[in-house]
């Protein structure tokens, strides 16, 4: 009955990238350059993605503010961020080609910051050995997406010249958005969504896409993220057959904002910290020294007083425990507030202004002044800032292999690069990490889309059955009225969320969760939404709903499973890393309409890459099995170098 | 704990609408986009705004509040006074989509047509090197958010539509600047092409886009005067002006700003009629009707699948060499016949009406 009353639009494209944002952009520009017909699937405008919020910069080891830097040292600090959990080869390879990537960028007219050479400037950043980020002030997230997006308007130039049409070969659809993906056995064949303007329907038959959807931080009440990340890809790919890794793994900021409210969640940078900025609670307590773990106890101060020389006298005296690592942190304020010493707003106080004149806040931290200033009205020279723990960053993601960007699963022809790929951050994405991953990743999965475009000897079909299922499921919510209103599904499933699968977990609750997005599942199956399809934000959030149930399933199931403390997950029943379960990936799949939980080994690295360690260090991390593993090898090793001395 | 507040907020789509009220709490510390999303999920569902990062960085949510183009998310509630009626519509510059939203289309297509970053041919990726100081001038530009606020206001084509195909507007303005000052950019037409295809010299430096930039980007001191000034050394130099009279047209050199007057040269849509300055109106019905259209992004009827031809452009007849008994189908092979209709792009005018 639909297929006739429904008008679809139709494109046949070779490959169909799914996301505008770093991750989507790059990986269209290379899929383009191997001559493929590419569209580009963008959820809001053109240019608008998520990746305009990263500040930071971009990693990679090109050394040149310290010429010691280079792929292994960057290796050995993403595998050591991601407490040994990452896919390894992924985290090579990211290593090994972000300085070209960030090269690449300059031909593409991006301007970085320099050093005094004329070379492109390098920040520290927490848990980067040398400088290593290449940034623009605090706004590189926006340089590296104005770039791509330019770079793809000199791509559409050069078409125009050629074909006489700037859309001749790479399309960017704006505010568009994907529901379905079609298979053709176990075949991509197309992706099926309709535009946000009219509420239209799409088709794109294509035989290769490339997921570049970013996180699913939309699950949480206080997020960093946009209202884009409703964990589309990531539902999307489970749907088609792929699998997802490590969805227990969540990296929550300690120090978002929290009042307004207006701006909770937004990020307050950890230089405030790193500047003599403390803690405290609403008693005007300075309580991160009850929060110093055993482990760190001997790098850390013991009192104020020695806390306080640090900043002027690192050498004699301990870090302040306000730098301890951000899982740290942000489970300190958590403690506090869930014990009843937090503000109103559910944060705790960030104070510099007592700490610093006026003068040296505004010069040390001006980005910061200015964003309280107009955002908050509040002034940090002032007066404290209220901060506490907020959705950043999912490490989990579509299961890939690592050099083609391939999904695993059932699904041929389908791809994955950023944040909705799981595996490159293990369980905690270092900061900077995130920009490069794009780039990289990016690159790979749109030329390896191409490449299977080319090996493919037939185009995959689209079935008109599945097209007229796809109408259906995206029409139902605005033919029925008997349903609830979408946006207080999303705040119920929030509440669930964060109250239940957030910073730090328990059996109980995570058991609690599940039964409650069960329940969820039931009331989202049944969500309705009033008004047309033209441009209805609504139904918009009607539709997301389901992919935000499913992913979330997916993170309350693993961190159910992980009985562990590891990165971005936190089990207060079970605190400490457990080596064995350092060697478990937890790959989520769905059967039918539920999540199915599995667990998988993870890959063992090469020998001359687990060589690049320290055994002191390996040692925190391994099993005693793999420890007598190393042990043999470098003992070969130092036989074999032996060998050829004599 | 929240007070109630008046709101009227524009709602419709391009046949028309008008200001809805509506009573709403606001609780302290809000901007308005929080007040829209309140709205939205309480009243009015489908009220349609633009929003992403609600933190000033993506220039998505931007509106007229209070007959001020603004960003939402950047509108705190407390700069208003309490029993003040907020009054939020669509920017005007643009097509009505529905509500809050516009079509902003316009801003994009004029992106595609400026001439993009030509890297320098004789360095390698990772050979760059510039001076901070430099590239700091770009920078300012680059810090550009395209919350098209400055698109919005610019009186050449807020209320003039038929500017809308000579004039490219600030962001675009800005945009050549960029790569005027871009230390190492390989073209030298810059200047040239701000004047002779973006419209540059309809500005008249009302400054209105650098007051409501969000990024307190210098748009008019910095960008368009800079380049004015220089634009007119050329244009005034009695020296080019001279090279000018004696290269017989159509010999002119590509950076003479009488380009656009020559047969060979790329047409300049800036001379080429229904151009009128902020005083005057247009008569040129045809250039105003190709105005009003604009560019439409998703409409496109998709092409069908071309055949397989070799490298003179012609279908492999050979049967010899091929491996079926005849040419191949012009359609491409993937089509079969009769297309099932579900493959037609084609909608009968009535089709709806016959199928209830």
Same mark, same amino acid.
């Given at each position: ?22 991750? #989507? ?50 290796? *050995?600090?993403?595998?050591? #961020? ?106 991509? /064949? ?5 535009? *946000? ?102 790098? &850390? ?91 950043? &960053? ?13 999904? &695993? ?49 037939? *185009? ?81 959030? /009607? ?88 042990? /043999? ?14 | ?15 028309? @609408? ?129 919350? !098209? ?36 950019? =390989? ?35 910095? @960008? ?39 047969? @060979?040269?790329?047409?300049?849509? =800036? ?65 079969? !016949? ?19």
């Amino acid at each position: 009955m639909t297929t006739t009353t429904t008008r679809i639009e139709r494109h046949h494209y070779d490959v169909v990238v799914i996301g505008a944002g770093g991750a #989507g952009l790059r990986a269209a520009i290379e899929a383009r350059l191997a001559g493929k017909k590419t569209a580009i699937i963008s959820k809001s405008l053109f240019g608008k993605a998520h990746t305009v919020m990263a500040e930071g910069g971009a990693a990679a080891a090109m050394g040149n503010v310290n010429s010691r830097d280079n792929w292994q040292v960057h290796f *050995r600090d993403t595998m050591r #961020g991601g407490k040994f959990l990452n896919n390894f080869r992924m985290a090579e390879l990211h290593a090994k080609e972000a300085p070209q990537r960030i090269w690449e960028l300059e031909t593409y007219g991006a301007l970085f910051d320099r050093t005094k050479d004329g070379k492109i400037s390098q920040r520290n950043f927490g848990g980067h050995e040398y400088p290593r980020l290449a940034h623009v002030g605090d706004r590189t997230g926006l340089e590296l997406i104005r770039t791509l997006q330019q770079k793809i308007v000199s791509l559409q130039q050069e078409d125009k010249r050629e074909h006489g049409s700037y859309d001749a070969r790479i399309k960017v659809f704006s505010e568009t958005t994907i529901t379905e993906l079609l298979l053709d056995g176990d075949r991509i /064949a197309g992706a099926f969504g309709y535009y *946000r303007e009219s509420g239209e329907f799409v088709l794109f038959e294509a035989p290769a896409v490339v997921l570049a959807t970013g996180g699913v931080g939309r699950s949480y009440k206080v997020t960093s993220n946009s209202w884009e990340y409703t964990g589309d890809g990531h539902a999307l790919a489970l749907r088609a057959g792929a699998t997802l890794i490590n969805m227990e793994f969540l990296q929550f900021h300690p120090t978002g904002m929290v009042w307004p409210p207006s701006v909770k969640g937004i990020l307050v940078t950890e230089s405030v910290r790193g500047d003599g900025g403390i803690l405290k609670n609403t008693e005007g307590k300075r309580f991160m020294f009850d929060y110093v773990p055993d482990v760190f106890r001997k790098q &850390y101060a013991e009192t104020p007083e020695e806390a306080d020389r640090w900043y002027t006298d690192p050498d004699n005296n301990r870090r302040p425990p306000e730098l301890l690592p951000r899982d740290e942190v942000a489970r300190a304020i958590n403690s506090e507030v869930k014990a009843g010493r937090g503000t109103p707003a559910g944060g705790v106080y960030l104070d510099i202004a007592s700490r610093l004149p006026a003068e040296e806040i505004r010069r040390r931290l001006p980005s910061m002044h200015h964003q309280f200033k107009g955002l908050a009205d509040v002034d940090i020279t002032k007066e404290p800032m209220e901060v506490g723990p907020t959705c950043h &960053y999912v490490m989990g993601g579509v299961e890939v292999d690592p050099d083609s960007g391939a999904a &695993y699963g059932s699904v041929r022809g389908l791809f994955a690069a950023g944040e909705v790929s799981g595996g490159m951050h293990g369980s905690n994405r270092l900061g900077g990490n995130s920009l490069s991953d794009l780039l990289v990743f990016g690159k790979r999965a749109g030329g390896h889309a191409a490449t299977y475009v080319d090996q493919l000897a037939g *185009r995959p079909r689209v079935a008109v059955a599945a097209v007229e299922t796809a109408v259906e499921t995206a029409l139902a919510p605005l033919q029925r009225d008997t349903g609830e209103n979408p946006y207080t599904l999303q705040q119920d499933l929030q509440a669930v969320m964060g109250d239940l699968v957030g910073i730090i977990r328990r059996e109980a609750e995570l058991e609690d969760a599940l039964v409650r997005l069960a329940e969820l599942r039931e009331r989202v199956a049944k969500v309705s939404a009033s008004g047309g399809r033209r441009y209805n934000p609504g139904w918009h959030l /009607a539709l997301d709903l389901r992919n935000m149930l499913v992913v979330s399933e997916c993170t309350a199931k693993a961190a159910l499973e992980r009985r562990e403390s590891r990165g971005g997950h936190t089990r207060e029943d079970f605190p400490t890393m457990d080596p064995q379960w350092r060697r478990v990936n937890l790959v989520c799949s769905l059967v039918g309409d539920t999540v199915r939980l599995e667990r998988k080994p993870l890959p063992k690295m090469r020998p001359e890459l687990i060589g690049l360690f320290d055994r002191a260090e390996l040692a925190k991390y391994l099993t005693d099995e793999e420890l007598t593993e190393f042990d /043999a090898l470098v003992a070969a090793d130092a036989a074999a170098a032996e060998k050829e001395n004599d | 704990m929240g007070t109630k507040r008046q709101f009227r907020i524009w709602r419709g789509d391009a046949d028309g @609408g008008d200001l809805q009220d509506y009573t709403v709490e606001v609780n302290e510390g809000e901007v308005v986009l929080d007040v829209i999303h309140r709205l939205q999920a309480t009243d009015a569902p489908d009220l349609a705004c633009r929003w992403n990062c609600k933190a000033g960085k993506c220039g998505s949510c931007s509106m007229e509040i209070n007959g001020m183009p603004k960003l939402g998310c950047m509108t705190r509630m407390s700069t208003f006074e309490e029993d003040e009626t907020i009054t939020v519509t669509p920017l005007r510059t643009f097509p009505v989509i529905r509500d809050l939203v516009t079509d902003v289309s316009f801003n994009y297509e004029k992106a595609r047509e400026t001439p993009a970053f030509a890297p320098p041919s004789d360095l390698a990726p990772g050979e760059y090197r510039m001076q901070q100081v430099d590239v700091e001038r770009s920078q300012e530009f680059r810090k550009c958010i395209e919350c !098209f606020l400055c698109q919005n206001v610019c009186h050449v084509i807020r209320d003039h539509d038929e500017n809308k195909q000579a004039f490219s507007g600030p962001r675009y303005f800005i945009r050549a600047a960029e790569l005027d000052m871009h230390p190492l950019d =390989a073209r030298t037409d810059r200047k040239d092409y701000a004047q002779t295809e973006q419209g540059l010299g309809f500005c008249n430096i009302t400054k209105c886009c650098t007051e409501v930039c969000p990024e307190h980007i210098k748009i008019t001191d910095n @960008g368009i005067i800079p380049m004015k000034e220089r634009v007119v050394d050329r244009r005034y130099d009695p020296l080019v002006w001279l090279g000018s009279k004696i290269f017989r047209r159509g010999q002119v050199p590509q950076t003479s700003v009488t380009s656009g007057h020559s047969p @060979g040269a790329v047409r300049s849509s =800036a001379a080429s009629g229904g151009v009128h300055s902020h005083a005057g109106g247009s008569h040129d019905a045809q250039a105003e009707t190709q105005a009003q259209q604009g560019v439409n992004w998703h409409r496109e009827v998709p092409h069908p699948t071309a055949p397989a031809v070799d490298a003179s452009g012609k279908l492999p007849l050979t049967e010899l060499t091929f491996d079926r008994a005849a040419a191949p189908s012009p359609f491409g092979d993937d089509v079969t !016949f009769p297309l099932p209709p579900e493959h037609l792009n084609f909608a009968h005018p009535e089709q709806d009406e016959r199928d209830h």
